[in-house]
């Protein structure tokens, strides 16, 4: 009996060592969302024919089914925490043809463009001397103060602003015309006061770009597509 006590303790440390572990790793990500998200996660992998591996990620924060097809054309598709399997590869089975668009599309597109140390030094070096000054003079012109800046080598994102409004923007947007660095940079502004993509937000930076958002927006597709970082 004493023995069967000790085994229980024994087991009880040690998943509360394996938690703490989790936590640890989690740690670096400060936050609560995170380490739930991850508690509650499982992939699984389902072989479809035509399209190939498919990876379902179950994820606690997702509200929808979506799909994922990356550069690869690997296909990942979020299912919501209480969403069914079953579903899931329903989706994939209705959504096959465009599946197959992606992949094919992905398959086509050219290997991304490489730069050499000299041209990225020339883009950091034209990012910092543009890009804090630029940035501020549209913040202070607009009343939409943020906590801080960072210039970052980012391909896939031109800029991203944090729940504490530290802004961060890619040395690329330098590749881009003046109007629509202006456009990222207002976005990133605008996530100063609207943390999310919905309708406020749209309706503010619209204001900031003089009606122009959904012009610019497809600007910034077109000219995002043919530089080719992604
Ligand atoms: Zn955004």
Excluded at 160 to 189: A, K, Q, V, W
């Amino acid at each position: 009996m004493a023995e069967w006590l000790g085994n229980g303790l024994q087991n009880r440390l040690q998943q509360f060592d394996s938690a703490r572990h989790l936590l640890i790793a989690e740690a670096g990500r400060c936050s609560t969302a995170g380490f739930f998200s991850d508690m509650f996660n499982t992939d699984r992998v389902i072989q479809f024919t035509d399209i190939g591996e498919v990876t379902f990620h179950k994820s606690y924060r997702a509200k929808n089914y979506r799909i994922k097809v990356d550069g690869k054309g690997s296909v990942t598709v979020t299912v919501p925490l209480y969403g069914s399997w079953r579903t899931a590869v329903n989706f994939v089975k209705d959504n096959k043809k465009w599946i197959l668009s992606k992949q094919a599309e992905k398959h086509n597109q050219p290997p991304k463009k490489s730069f050499s140390y000299e041209e990225l030094k020339k883009l950091a070096d034209e990012a910092y001397s543009y890009i804090p000054a630029r940035i501020t003079e549209l913040s202070e012109k607009n009343n939409l103060p943020f906590a801080s800046l960072r210039l970052s080598t980012a391909r896939t994102r031109w800029g991203s602003c944090s729940f504490d409004n530290r802004i961060s923007i890619s040395i690329y947007t330098m590749l881009l015309p003046e109007n629509l660095i202006d456009f990222i940079l207002l976005h990133e502004l605008t996530h100063t006061i609207h943390k999310n993509h919905q309708a406020g937000f749209h309706a503010k930076l619209n204001e900031l770009t003089g009606g122009k958002e959904k012009e610019l927006s497809k600007e910034l597709r077109t000219v995002t597509r043919t530089l080719n970082l992604k």
